[in-house]
C-alpha cells in the first residue's frame, strides 16, 4: 500500500491510499481487499480489524462524527490470494474540538500573584 493519507472534512476522518500495486483495468485481482487495522485512544488496548472488501476501487476508508479531541492510528493491509501483503505505515488522524459558536465574552481576569491568574 502506498502513500496512505488522511484529511478532516467536516468532522470525517478520510483515509486514502494507493494501491500496492499499479493495476491494470483489464487484470483486476477478484479477490484483493484491504484490512483496515484501527486503534483509537479512546480504547487503545482493543484495537478494531475491519475487512474493507468494497475499499478495492476507491481507496479509501471513513471515520464519521468521533469524540472531539479522540484520535486513530490506522495500518492498511492489502490481501490477495495469495495472502496479506506490506502493510502500510501507521498513520495517525484527529478530529479537533470545533471552536464555539458563540464567541466567550466578559472574561475577567485577576492576578492573585505572579503566577497565577483567575479567570
Known amino acids: 500500500v502506498g502513500d496512505p493519507q ?18 491494470d483495468i483489464t487484470n483486476v485481482d477478484p479477490d484483493l ?6 486503534t483509537s485512544t479512546a480504547d487503545a ?7 474493507c472488501n ?29 495472502g496479506n501483503g506490506t502493510p502500510s505505515d501507521p498513520l495517525q488522524g484527529s478530529f479537533i474540538q470545533a471552536p464555539p459558536e458563540i464567541p466567550i465574552t466578559d472574561v475577567t481576569v485577576t492576578v492573585l500573584q505572579d503566577d497565577q491568574l483567575m479567570i
Do not use: D, H, Q
Open 54 to 82: 468494497n475499499c478495492s476501487s476507491e481507496y479509501k476508508f471513513t471515520v464519521n462524527n468521533s469524540s472531539p479531541c479522540e484520535s486513530f492510528t490506522f495500518i492498511v493491509i492489502p490481501v490477495n490470494g495469495a
Open 45 to 51: 488496548e482493543n484495537p478494531s480489524t475491519i475487512t
Open 6 to 23: 488522511i484529511s478532516l472534512v467536516n468532522r470525517t476522518l478520510c483515509l486514502s491510499w494507493t494501491p500496492p500495486f499499479t493495476l
Open 33 to 38: 481487499y484491504y484490512i483496515i487495522e484501527i
